[in-house]
Structure formats: C-alpha cells, structure tokens
C-alpha cells in the first residue's frame, strides 16, 4: 500500500494575519506621513512667522524714533501730534477696528534754524539773518518760533540758499497750517504783536504713517511720508498713499508690507489715555500759564502695530477666502505694542519754575 502523504510543516498567512498585517502597516505609513506633513508645515511656518515679525519690529522702530523727536524746538504749547485720526483709515484690523492715522510734528536736528532779522516782516516774507541755510529746498514745510514762546507752521515759498526771504503767499497754506499771509507772521496772538514777533525759522519734519492696500498686489502696508503726506511742489495738496505714483514721486515711503492695523493712544499730563490727543493750547500769550494747562500736552504715546503672514495655506491657517478689506480671515497675525515718551515736552516742563499761577510747576511727570 503506497505510503500516505504528510502535509510539510510550511503554511501561508491566513487572511486575518494578512488584514492585520495591512492595518499595522498602513498606521506606520500614516504616522510617518503625518510627521513628515507637519515638519513640512513648520518649515514653511516659521519662515513666514519671522518675517511677519520683522515687519512689525521695523515698523515700530522707526515709529518710535519719530515720536521721541516730536515736539523738538516747538515749546511746550505746540500740537505736536494731529487730532482727529483716530480711526480715519480705509482698512479695517483683524479684530474689527478702523485703522488709525498718526501725525508727528518733529525736528530731526540735521538742519540749522535761521534767526529772524531786526526786522522780521516784510509783507508776506520772513526776514533772515544772512543767507537761508542749505539744507532749505526751493519750497518746504518750515516752523516759525515766536517770542512768547509759541510756533507757527506752514510752507514756505521761493526759499533760495542766497536769499534772506522766505514767502507765505495769501492762499497757498497747505491743510491744517497756520501760517498764511503777513498776518499769520506779524504775531503769534492776533493783536498782540509785542508777545508774538517771529523770533527764528525751523526745518520741519511732519512724519505721517497711514496702512494701504499696496497698489501693485493688494497687500495692506504701512507707509511714512516725511512731509505728512503734503506735496511742497504742489502747494502742499495733500496725498494718500494710494496709488504708485504717490510712492515713486517720494510722497510716501513703504515701511512693511503686511501690517494691517494701527492703534494710536496718547497719555497726557492728566495720567488718562485717550484715542485722541486732544487740543494743546493756552489763554492769552501763554506767558502765564497754568499747570492745566501744561497738563494738556502729550507726554506719552502708545502704538499697537499688528501683522500677517502672506503665505498661503500655513498650519494654523483654515481658509484664505478675504474678510474685508485687505484682511485673510484666518492669516497666521501677530501684534506688537510699545510706550515712548515725548522726550522734548519732558524737558521743556522738567525746566518750568513754580509760579502763582502754576505752584505745582515743575509737572513734567
């Protein structure tokens, strides 16, 4: 009888070995996956996160520096910083607010001041002391410092380095100026000429910051003007950063590109903070104030700048659909806040006497 056959001790897998097999492998592959995924996320993240960093770090670096030069040579009684701009831009933030406008009035020191002359009005002229400095363009924003203490500013016309003239024709004051025509300069307190006699010329740097859509991509921006915005060779007509032109003409300067907000605040001798800063002025000449009056000016200002990454599709990120102007609805955003103080009104009122009408002087806290 043929000897029966013995199955051999080798098998394949069963099929539930096999579905195991497949489940196990594919959890390996999936988590492989996953981790490489997410490295790779993180790689094009941080790029992005420090760059929307920087934006905000440079932007804030040179805002702070123009505030710290506001006020300079301008006395205590000087608006140094322009009302009414507390929400004034056309973009709107992340968290819903209105961008704000800021307006610095400064002197950055780089050009020397000219000293009235014996006579310091001749019709619609400011008389120098020899030839107005060289750093004076043919038209530019210029401050007039007034014997009581006060200052006008305005724009100054057919300004020529071997003149001892610099005009203010009736009817060319650029917005918000204050000197127009002879009787803007004979004095400082309408009536009073022996309080308000122009005393010397100044440079003037007006720096303004205002957020754009960039005209080129849409991206929202924040740019500077060093002549607020003002065009000395077209009166001073006033332009917003808008379009390419007002950029390639040197009207405005583009800081950082994705910062889509801007907050300004300011503290003024009172201790209370407010989106404004408020009228900066006194009775009469200002030859007697009062330590509430002092109190009006701005002694510190604080500035939320906030930015976005422009990448698309980043971890973090869930669409990319837009969300009002210029903003991502879920953009990878980061925010950056500072506190400077008005160094220049700090000195002026560190230097104020006590008097009957302001014992408490010095208030320079």
Same mark, same amino acid.
């Given at each position: 009888? *043929?000897? +029966? +056959?013995? $199955?051999?001790?080798?098998?394949?897998?069963?099929?539930?070995?096999?579905?195991?097999?497949?489940?196990?492998?594919?959890?390996?592959?999936?988590?492989?996956?996953?981790?490489?995924?997410? #490295? /790779?996320?993180?790689?094009?993240?941080?790029?992005? =996160?420090?760059?929307?960093?920087?934006?905000?770090?440079?932007?804030?670096?040179?805002?702070?520096?123009?505030? !710290?030069?506001?006020? %300079? /040579?301008?006395?205590?009684?000087?608006?140094?910083?322009?009302?009414? =701009?507390?929400?004034?831009?056309?973009?709107?933030? *992340?968290?819903?607010?209105?961008?704000?406008?800021?307006?610095?009035?400064?002197?950055?020191? &780089?050009?020397?001041?000219? *000293?009235?002359?014996?006579? $310091?009005?001749?019709?619609? /002229?400011?008389?120098?002391? #020899?030839?107005?400095?060289?750093?004076?363009?043919?038209?530019?924003?210029?401050?007039?410092?007034?014997?009581? !203490? #006060?200052?006008?500013?305005? @724009? !100054?016309?057919?300004?020529?380095?071997?003149?001892?003239?610099?005009?203010?024709?009736?009817?060319?004051?650029?917005?918000?100026?204050?000197?127009?025509?002879?009787?803007?300069?004979?004095?400082?307190?309408?009536?009073?000429?022996?309080?308000?006699?122009?005393?010397? =010329?100044?440079? @003037?740097?007006?720096?303004?910051?205002?957020?754009? =859509?960039?005209?080129?991509?849409?991206?929202?921006? @924040?740019?500077?003007?060093?002549?607020? !915005?003002?065009?000395?060779?077209?009166?001073?007509?006033?332009?917003? *950063?808008?379009?390419?032109?007002?950029?390639?003409? #040197?009207?405005?300067?583009?800081?950082?590109?994705?910062?889509?907000?801007?907050?300004?605040?300011?503290?003024?001798? &009172?201790?209370?903070?407010?989106?404004? $800063?408020? @009228?900066?002025?006194?009775?009469?000449?200002?030859? &007697?104030?009062?330590?509430?009056?002092? /109190?009006?000016?701005?002694?510190?200002?604080? %500035?939320?700048?906030?930015?976005?990454?422009?990448?698309?599709?980043?971890?973090?990120?869930?669409?990319?659909?837009?969300?009002?102007?210029?903003?991502?609805?879920?953009? %990878?955003?980061?925010?950056?806040?500072?506190?400077?103080?008005?160094?220049?009104?700090?000195?002026?009122?560190?230097? %104020?006497?006590? &008097? $009957?009408?302001?014992?408490?002087?010095?208030?320079?806290?």
């Amino acid at each position: 009888m *043929p000897q +029966s +056959s013995r $199955p051999s001790g080798q098998s394949g897998f069963s099929l539930v070995e096999l579905i195991v097999a497949m489940v196990v492998t594919m959890l390996v592959v999936g988590a492989v996956y996953g981790l490489m995924a997410g #490295g /790779n996320n993180a790689f094009r993240r941080e790029p992005e =996160l420090t760059d929307r960093q920087q934006n905000a770090r440079v932007a804030m670096e040179l805002i702070q520096k123009d505030i !710290g030069a506001a006020g %300079v /040579n301008m006395g205590p009684f000087f608006q140094s910083f322009s009302q009414n =701009l507390n929400a004034a831009g056309r973009i709107t933030g *992340p968290s819903g607010q209105v961008a704000d406008h800021l307006e610095i009035f400064a002197n950055d020191g &780089t050009c020397p001041d000219a *000293p009235a002359a014996a006579k $310091p009005v001749d019709g619609s /002229n400011f008389n120098a002391i #020899g030839h107005i400095p060289d750093c004076y363009s043919e038209d530019s924003l210029v401050l007039v410092i007034f014997s009581n !203490g #006060g200052a006008k500013w305005g @724009l !100054g016309h057919n300004i020529h380095t071997d003149s001892t003239k610099i005009n203010f024709p009736p009817g060319l004051a650029p917005s918000g100026s204050q000197l127009d025509s002879v009787a803007s300069l004979k004095s400082y307190v309408e009536g009073d000429e022996s309080s308000g006699v122009p005393q010397s =010329l100044s440079a @003037l740097n007006l720096m303004r910051y205002e957020i754009a =859509l960039d005209p080129v991509d849409g991206v929202p921006s @924040l740019y500077r003007s060093a002549t607020g !915005g003002r065009d000395p060779g077209d009166d001073g007509a006033f332009h917003s *950063p808008t379009s390419a032109a007002d950029i390639t003409l #040197g009207r405005w300067q583009l800081i950082a590109r994705g910062i889509e907000d801007l907050q300004v605040q300011y503290r003024n001798g &009172t201790g209370a903070w407010s989106d404004d $800063p408020g @009228l900066v002025n006194c009775a009469g000449n200002c030859l &007697t104030p009062t330590a509430a009056e002092y /109190n009006k000016g701005v002694r510190e200002v604080r %500035v939320t700048v906030s930015a976005r990454a422009e990448g698309q599709n980043l971890e973090g990120q869930t669409t990319s659909a837009a969300a009002g102007a210029g903003s991502r609805a879920s953009a %990878v955003r980061g925010s950056v806040t500072t506190v400077t103080s008005v160094k220049a009104l700090q000195n002026y009122l560190s230097a %104020v006497a006590p &008097t $009957p009408q302001c014992p408490t002087c010095p208030v320079w806290r």
